[in-house]
C-alpha cells in the first residue's frame, strides 16, 4: 500500500493550484485523509483534514482559500488551493489512515509530498 502525491508547481500569488494523492494496493477501507505542510526552516503543519464521511477542517491560514475533497471509490483525496500567496510556499504531504491486511489493522501512511511555490 502507498500514497502517490502530484500536482505541486511554481504559481504567481493569487493563482491557484489542485494537488491530487492517490492511494494504490490492497485497501479495505480508509479513515481520515489529509494534507500538511512543512516549509523551509518550519515544523511540519496540519492544513486540511476529511473524515470518511466527508467532514472537514482547516488550519486558520487557509480557510476560505483551501478546499479538501475526496473520492472514496478511487482512494484519492485533493486539495484545492485559490488566491495562494507566497506564504504558502512548502512541500506539501497527504497522509491517510488505510485499513488493510488480514486482520483490518490501521495504518498511517504518508506520500512523498510534492513542491508548491508561490512567487510574489
Known amino acids: 500500500v502507498q500514497l502517490q502525491a502530484s500536482g505541486g508547481g511554481l504559481v504567481q500569488a493569487g493563482g491557484s493550484l489542485r494537488l491530487s494523492c492517490a492511494a494504490s494496493g490492497s485497501i479495505i477501507s480508509i479513515n481520515d485523509m489529509a494534507w500538511y505542510r512543512q516549509a523551509p526552516g518550519k515544523q511540519r503543519e496540519l492544513v486540511a483534514t476529511i473524515t470518511s464521511g466527508g467532514s472537514t477542517n482547516y488550519a486558520d491560514s487557509v480557510k476560505g482559500r483551501f478546499a479538501i475533497s475526496r473520492d472514496n471509490a478511487k482512494n484519492t483525496v485533493d486539495l484545492r488551493m485559490n488566491s495562494l500567496k507566497p506564504e504558502d510556499t512548502a512541500v506539501y504531504y497527504c497522509?491517510?489512515?488505510?485499513?488493510?491486511?488480514?486482520?483490518?489493522?490501521?495504518?498511517?501512511?504518508w506520500g512523498q509530498g510534492t513542491q508548491v511555490t508561490v512567487s510574489s
Open positions: 497522509k491517510a489512515d488505510i485499513i488493510y491486511g488480514s486482520y483490518y489493522l490501521q495504518y498511517q501512511h
